[in-house]
């Protein structure tokens, strides 16, 4: 492979076969860099993260649809050295195994027949909570709330109040973050896991046939009880995290250009556009882990077998072959279904459609608030290298 020079916003001239941005620029703001990467080719030797990264759009697509080339099935894959193997880590018939029982209860019109009224209700509920104080912010007050609550409908955990759901849940992310930068699983990710897992069995131990995990514990047959519990976390803190950040970056695109909100709020058909539009200038997981199973040669450089190659969807849904002037947030965008925020292939989210619906609720309500404005101020960019959404997202409107 003929190594290339990059040159990343430090100035620091970097090798493209053996230098890379530090993993603090990537963490921050990524996108300059992923772009200088892409101009480079379409996969780049990350020397900070130690391994291959994909930053186009052709190759992510590929790469994520071939497992047998490019799996998840690693000692090394963070999520299963937190929760043991799941859907999320397993490749061929085992992931068909774990997948199977989740597909049908998150199809779109399961989704809707279940989720639906609770999440306009529970959405509704937290805004009028909110509307009197004239101001919030929308990540914990909302966002957060949220995806928590409907987590905790489809775990059948009603019984768990949700800061301790949600500490359960923060601590199993942190330990995936930890994991990923390199370091130890800390204690707090372990206890956090044995606590969801004590609280699901519990739940699975008194029935609930016609409850959404027990519909899908019913179709899980040939899934373990530990198996079975390793799939309740993932969608835990992938139900969570995920659309926690997927509604925060919304706002944050929305309410930080008052065209754009006013646009939406003039013609609410745009909202659809909207939220797809945000989920392509800003995913929410920034980027998937594979590893190749054998020696295999792509765009031109030699990956071994073993290495790492992470596909970045941030650069890929800004991959300008695919969308034109891709910086911009367009509202009219060609093609925005094209974006990858939610993977590609075999591991595509099992929850894109019920994501979709709470984060189309959530703003829906917070938009009808009047003089709706966003608080720069004490608002943040996001930020994160695997998850990325903004720390606080300040809002204030007109108090009703």
Same mark, same amino acid.
């Given at each position: 492979?003929?190594?290339?020079?990059?040159?990343?916003?430090?100035?620091?001239?970097?090798?493209?076969?053996?230098?890379?941005?530090?993993?603090?620029?990537?963490?921050?703001?990524?996108?300059?860099?992923?772009?200088?990467?892409?101009?480079?080719?379409?996969?780049?030797?990350?020397?900070?993260?130690?391994?291959?990264?994909?930053?186009?759009?052709?190759?992510?697509?590929?790469?994520?649809?071939?497992?047998?080339?490019?799996?998840?099935?690693?000692?090394?894959?963070?999520?299963?050295?937190?929760?043991?193997?799941?859907?999320?880590?397993?490749?061929?018939?085992?992931?068909?195994?774990?997948?199977?029982?989740?597909?049908?209860?998150?199809?779109?019109?399961?989704?809707?027949?279940?989720?639906?009224?609770?999440?306009?209700?529970?959405?509704?509920?937290?805004?009028?909570?909110?509307?009197?104080?004239?101001?919030?912010?929308?990540?914990?007050?909302?966002?957060?709330?949220?995806?928590?609550?409907?987590?905790?409908?489809?775990?059948?955990?009603?019984?768990?109040?949700?800061?301790?759901?949600?500490?359960?849940?923060?601590?199993?992310?942190?330990?995936?973050?930890?994991?990923?930068?390199?370091?130890?699983?800390?204690?707090?990710?372990?206890?956090?896991?044995?606590?969801?897992?004590?609280?699901?069995?519990?739940?699975?131990?008194?029935?609930?046939?016609?409850?959404?995990?027990?519909?899908?514990?019913?179709?899980?047959?040939?899934?373990?009880?530990?198996?079975?519990?390793?799939?309740?976390?993932?969608?835990?803190?992938?139900?969570?995290?995920?659309?926690?950040?997927?509604? *925060?970056? +919304?706002?944050?695109?929305? =309410?930080? %250009?008052?065209? @754009?909100? $006013?646009?939406?709020?003039?013609? !609410?058909?745009? /909202?659809?556009?909207?939220?797809?539009?945000?989920?392509?200038?800003?995913?929410?997981?920034?980027?998937?882990?594979?590893?190749?199973?054998?020696?295999?040669?792509?765009?031109?450089?030699?990956?071994?077998?073993?290495?790492?190659?992470?596909?970045?969807?941030?650069?890929?849904?800004?991959?300008?072959?695919?969308?034109?002037?891709?910086?911009?947030?367009?509202?009219?965008?060609?093609?925005?279904?094209?974006?990858?925020?939610?993977?590609?292939?075999?591991?595509?989210?099992?929850?894109?459609?019920?994501?979709?619906?709470?984060?189309?609720? *959530?703003? +829906?309500?917070?938009?009808? =608030?009047? %003089?709706?404005? @966003?608080? $720069?101020?004490?608002?943040?960019? !996001?930020?994160? /290298?695997?998850?990325?959404?903004?720390?606080?997202?300040?809002?204030?409107?007109?108090?009703?």
């Amino acid at each position: 492979m003929a190594a290339s020079t990059l040159s990343d916003d430090d100035g620091d001239a970097v090798d493209g076969a053996v230098g890379s941005p530090s993993v603090a620029a990537l963490t921050q703001d990524p996108h300059p860099h992923l772009a200088a990467m892409r101009r480079n080719g379409p996969i780049c030797w990350v020397e900070s993260l130690g391994c291959w990264m994909v930053v186009s759009h052709a190759m992510a697509v590929a790469v994520m649809r071939d497992a047998d080339t490019f799996t998840v099935d690693d000692p090394r894959f963070t999520t299963s050295r937190v929760v043991g193997p799941s859907m999320l880590s397993t490749d061929g018939a085992d992931h068909a195994r774990h997948r199977q029982p989740f597909v049908e209860p998150f199809t779109p019109r399961a989704s809707r027949a279940y989720f639906a009224d609770f999440v306009q209700a529970e959405s509704v509920r937290i805004v009028e909570s909110l509307a009197p104080l004239g101001q919030a912010e929308l990540r914990t007050a909302l966002a957060g709330p949220l995806a928590t609550a409907s987590m905790r409908l489809a775990l059948g955990l009603e019984g768990i109040p949700i800061a301790e759901l949600l500490g359960w849940y923060a601590a199993i992310v942190q330990a995936v973050a930890d994991l990923t930068a390199g370091d130890p699983l800390p204690d707090s990710g372990r206890a956090a896991y044995l606590s969801l897992t004590s609280a699901v069995q519990a739940t699975l131990s008194t029935g609930g046939e016609g409850s959404f995990l027990g519909q899908i514990s019913s179709a899980a047959g040939a899934l373990s009880t530990t198996e079975m519990l390793s799939n309740t976390a993932v969608l835990l803190f992938g139900g969570i995290e995920t659309t926690e950040g997927m509604i *925060a970056n +919304l706002f944050l695109h929305l =309410l930080g %250009e008052p065209s @754009l909100l $006013a646009a939406v709020r003039d013609v !609410p058909a745009l /909202l659809d556009a909207a939220i797809e539009e945000s989920l392509r200038l800003e995913p929410a997981a920034a980027a998937v882990d594979r590893y190749a199973t054998r020696d295999v040669t792509i765009g031109g450089v030699d990956i071994r077998r073993g290495d790492l190659v992470v596909v970045s969807l941030a650069a890929a849904n800004r991959d300008p072959a695919v969308f034109e002037d891709p910086d911009r947030f367009d509202l009219h965008r060609r093609d925005l279904r094209k974006q990858l925020a939610f993977a590609q292939g075999p591991h595509v989210c099992v929850g894109l459609h019920l994501a979709r619906l709470q984060t189309r609720s *959530a703003a +829906l309500n917070v938009l009808a =608030l009047p %003089e709706l404005t @966003l608080d $720069a101020e004490r608002s943040t960019a !996001p930020t994160g /290298l695997v998850f990325r959404k903004p720390s606080a997202v300040w809002a204030r409107w007109a108090r009703v």
